[in-house]
């Protein structure tokens, strides 16, 4: 199963407006996508809910993992998305 580690550089980490876009741009790719922690806590990543639960900060590393055709792509796209600050990006 393909996977990406990630450190997440929006200023308030996964919360509000990041975990929305994040969310969202989770739920337009092909294939299932999770998220989970360094603890081990996987959550689909489409799911705001979900990842708000994981209480992922500024700097933190997640891991997402995806299966099938498209898998790399949805990946690749969603990595670059938290290794970016979005909160300064879209407020």
Do not use: C, Y
């Amino acid at each position: 199963m393909p996977a990406r580690t990630v450190k997440v550089a929006s200023a308030s980490g996964l919360h509000a407006r990041p975990a929305a876009l994040f969310s969202q741009a989770a739920s337009e790719q092909p294939v299932l996508v999770t998220i989970e922690t360094a603890e081990g806590n996987a959550v689909r990543a489409s799911s705001i809910l979900m990842l708000l639960t994981l209480n992922v900060n500024h700097g933190d590393e997640v891991t997402l993992r995806a299966e099938g055709e498209g898998a790399e792509e949805a990946l690749d796209h969603l990595a670059v998305l938290l290794e970016k600050d979005l909160d300064a990006e879209f407020a």
